[in-house]
């Protein structure tokens, strides 16, 4: 549309991965020492071209350069600061490749490989820096690692760089770099504690310098990100954030600023960001559409406003003419010179182009945008704005259609699932009877040993499970072959557990490719991608499930493995499930209905397979809710409104159960403090938690809360290939046994066992049987039974 005169159209940044993975596989080459660094360059600065050339070609007038990343782009910019600790032992020059990586994955690569979150030293070599989840997203981030006094030099001079490759092949962009007090932020020390934010004064001139040399090489705009300013923020941080801007602007008052805040509302950090000395400034539409208004009314005269109006963390297609509707007023009112059109944040979430998945029902199909159809949205947007909507009419046509197909069709809509949904009653989500009473009919009946041990779910997923269930999904590999194939396995691993004396087993999830997948793939209103893979961190990406309709389980989706599983051996099989939350958190989910009404749809599904495993005469049953403290909001103030619904799900799912059936639930983190009370809402018998690295000390919040029913704090660290002893393991009991009741505890591993090999594995749950086998023969250490009222059993 090169006639049409456009709005200006930003994409704030782009997915670096490829569109069928290439920087995965030059990477992973590069790493099995199967290509040479230039190799690996190359393939990287081939990917930046191809998108710089895409979005040129698709309208973007706003192209962003120092959005790649080799790994991750916080990472980048602890080392465009000379961030690096010691331990890498970085001599002040250009910083190697190799330093690069060993910060990204450790140096020898093994563990971190893995898991992705193992920041431990085995020995050899140097541990990669820790990662965590950035802001709310499913993207993990290298932690910045700083040290009191610590200064910075420019070490790495990637964003300039990039800006050059650029303008040689003919763009003019607009480099990317994450904001100093966000970077500050995520960052911590890990020996003193200090406030990385005294380090602001320090790490200004670094930026200062790159930003100078950028506008020296022909830049006019930078973007800075700071989506710090969508959280609840303290005073020293907003002091920051003034003297930062105030510094940039005196520095380099040619240069124009676009401060970008996304995936929320700016609220009371309105004023604040307003007041910033900035050229524009980028706000998240979607997430906050109603603060338009307010931005609008309360802006400088001259700022350039940039409407994150296309939804860069979801897939679904833009309502086009809907939004228009919403915006035109707003833009007639600020003049088009003042404004830009954009995605409410980097495209880095979601998939790369829609046009790859062959096999998708074509009119789901015609209802999503992956990042290059959004691309194409923002483009006819700024059309539509600059020129008017009659330019492009073909394009609104579509958008129409596919807006009103949705809306009717009833691949989406099933009534049966609604009305169930809209009669849930809250006596359905109650179990019978108080904890204390269940507790003693399940002690009753199990007649367990005092600290019974089990496992979290899965087992090894060896490459032969791998191989086979890829041969399967091939056609290479009969049904009936598979299931004797998985049959097999799982007989071996319940014969296995039994011999070490484990006391209560699990099945192994051999069937299983993913918690999530597994049980997407069988309830409808699920779909899934061939190619729509997205950076969850370095060169580890998923394929989120989409889940774009109502919720319902056509037949039982466990019941005949866990049958299986049961009919090998006299002591309980726990069923596992994946609870209704952490289903959502990890899907792309349906953006026509509130997030808490779509989870009770779920969590009817799961309802439905859990009455299913206890007429089956499944007597344990665990629901998997890993993610559940992941998907809190980022600011406070909506916490409660999250954790009731998030809480009454999980009850759906577990309430309808007899007194005699007894709910497990499993969560991977190691930060309770918070969220306790929410915890102890969900009343499951039994909880399993992360604690072996935090030496227990996340038990304190339990303790505080006399928290009155079960748990099973790890004791078995598996984020590591190492294999705990006996003694190790012991000694974590007896702290947990000074924060809790011997009555409540029960002894299990940190997580599942599927990214761990079988060497690993067998040793480390034959030394955990041991320590408790020791642990019960040191006898009664019970300071705070008095704090577990009526839940005592004598057998324990
Ligand atoms: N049951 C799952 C497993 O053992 C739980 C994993 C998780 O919560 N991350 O693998
Ligand atoms: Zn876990």
């Known amino acids: 549309m090169p006639s049409l005169s456009s709005l200006p159209v930003a994409t704030l940044g782009t997915p670096r ?36 050339a895409r979005q040129k070609a698709l309208g973007v007038t706003v192209i962003p350069s120092n959005d790649f990343s080799l790994y991750d782009h916080v990472l980048d910019t602890s080392v465009m600061v000379g961030a690096i600790p010691d331990i890498y032992r970085w001599d002040s020059g250009a910083v190697p490749l190799a330093t690069y990586f060993a910060m990204a994955r450790g140096s020898q690569g093994e563990s971190a490989t893995d898991c992705g979150h193992c920041h431990h030293n085995h020995g050899r070599g140097v541990p990669a820096q820790e990662m965590t989840k950035w802001f709310d997203t499913n993207y993990h981030y290298m932690v910045p690692e700083f040290r009191k006094g610590q200064t910075f030099r420019l070490a790495s001079r990637k964003p300039i760089e990039e800006h050059e490759e650029a303008r040689h092949l003919g763009y003019q962009t607009r480099p990317v770099l994450v904001g100093p007090v966000t970077f500050l932020k995520l960052g911590k020390s890990k020996d003193v504690s200090f406030d990385p934010l005294s380090l602001l004064d320090a790490l200004l001139p670094v930026y200062v310098e790159v930003l100078r040399e950028l506008e020296r090489n022909g830049a006019d705009w930078v973007q800075l990100d700071e989506p710090c300013l969508v959280l609840d923020l303290d005073d020293a941080t907003r002091q920051a954030l003034r003297r930062a801007y105030k510094r940039i602007n005196e520095s380099v008052p040619q240069l124009k600023v676009m401060l970008t805040s996304y995936f929320g509302e700016l609220g009371d950090n309105l004023g604040l960001a307003l007041d910033l000395p900035v ?17 609008m009314s309360r802006m400088r005269s001259d700022l350039v406003l940039s409407l994150g109006v296309v939804d860069g963390r979801n897939i679904w297609r833009t309502d086009l003419s809907q939004l228009l509707d919403r915006i035109e007023p707003a833009i007639a009112q600020l003049g088009a010179g003042r404004v830009q059109i954009a995605p ?37 947007l700024g059309a539509a704005l600059g020129s008017g909507r009659k330019h492009v009419y073909q394009a609104l046509a579509v958008s129409d259609a596919a807006a009103a ?47 019974p041990t089990t496992t979290i779910g899965s087992f090894p997923q060896t490459a032969e499970v791998r191989r086979a269930r890829a041969a399967h999904a091939k056609g290479a590999l009969s049904d009936d072959a598979y299931k004797r194939f998985l049959q097999t ?54 394929r989120p499930p989409l889940l774009f309709g109502d919720v319902s389980r056509p037949q039982p989706m466990t019941v005949e493995w866990w049958d299986y599983a049961q009919s090998l051996t006299d002591r309980p099989m726990k069923a596992m499930l994946t609870g209704p939350v952490t289903i959502l958190n990890w899907s792309f989910v349906r953006d026509d209905m509130v997030r808490s009404e779509v989870c009770r749809q779920v969590a009817l599904a799961i309802r439905d397979e859990v009455l299913d495993l206890e007429r089956a005469g499944a007597r344990m049953i665990q629901i998997d809710e890993a993610a559940l403290r992941e998907g809190l909001p980022l600011r406070q103030s909506q916490w409660m409104s999250y954790l009731k619904w998030a809480v009454e799900s999980f009850q759906l799912c577990s309430g309808g159960v007899a007194d005699e059936t007894q709910i497990h639930t499993h969560m991977c983190y190691s930060e309770f403090n918070d969220i306790i009370d929410a915890i102890a809402a969900m009343d499951a018998d039994v909880i399993s938690i992360e604690t072996s690295r935090s030496k227990m000390e996340l038990l304190d919040a339990f303790k505080t809360y006399r928290y009155p ?38 002894i299990n591993p940190d997580c599942g066992l599927k990214t761990r090999k079988w060497e690993e594995v067998r040793p480390a749950l034959v030394n955990m049987v041991e320590a408790a086998r020791q642990i019960r023969a040191i006898g009664r250490l019970d ?12 057998t324990k």
Request: negative net charge.
């Open 17 to 52: 991965i490829g569109p069928r993975r290439e920087l995965k596989f030059a990477l992973e080459t590069y790493w099995a020492g199967k290509s040479s660094e230039t190799e690996l360059l190359e393939a990287a600065s081939a990917l930046r071209a191809a998108n710089w």
């Open 279 to 295: 050229a524009g400034l980028h706000i998240d539409l979607v997430r906050a559409p109603a603060q338009l208004g307010e931005v």
């Open 344 to 380: 409410s944040c980097s495209l880095l979430h979601v998939p790369i182009d829609l046009e790859q998945e062959d096999d998708l029902d074509p009119d789901l199909k015609s209802w999503l945008a992956f990042a290059i159809q959004k691309i194409a949205e923002l483009a006819t």
């Open 405 to 451: 197909a949705r809306k009717g069709s009833h691949k989406i809509h099933d009534p049966a699932v609604t009305g169930r949904a809209a009669s849930v009653s809250d006596d359905m989500r109650a179990r019978r009877s108080q904890f204390a009473h269940r507790a003693e009919v399940q002690c009753e009946q199990f007649r367990l040993p005092k600290f």
């Open 489 to 542: 396995e799982t007989a071996k691993a319940v014969e296995w557990q039994e011999k070490i004396g484990l006391d209560v087993l699990v099945h192994g999830e051999f069937e299983r490719n993913d918690m999530v997948q597994y049980f997407g793939e069988q309830l409808s209103g699920f779909a899934f991608t061939r190619h729509g893979w997205v950076q969850s961190y370095g060169s580890r990406y998923v």
């Open 709 to 746: 029913n079960e748990i099973g704090p790890g004791v078995y660290d598996i984020h590591s290939p190492r294999i705990p002893d006996v003694s190790e393991m012991t000694e974590l009991l007896t702290l947990a046994r000074g924060r809790l009741s011997d009555a409540q505890l029960w």
């Open 783 to 794: 300071q705070h039974h008095d704090l577990r009222p009526g839940a005592f059993c004598d």
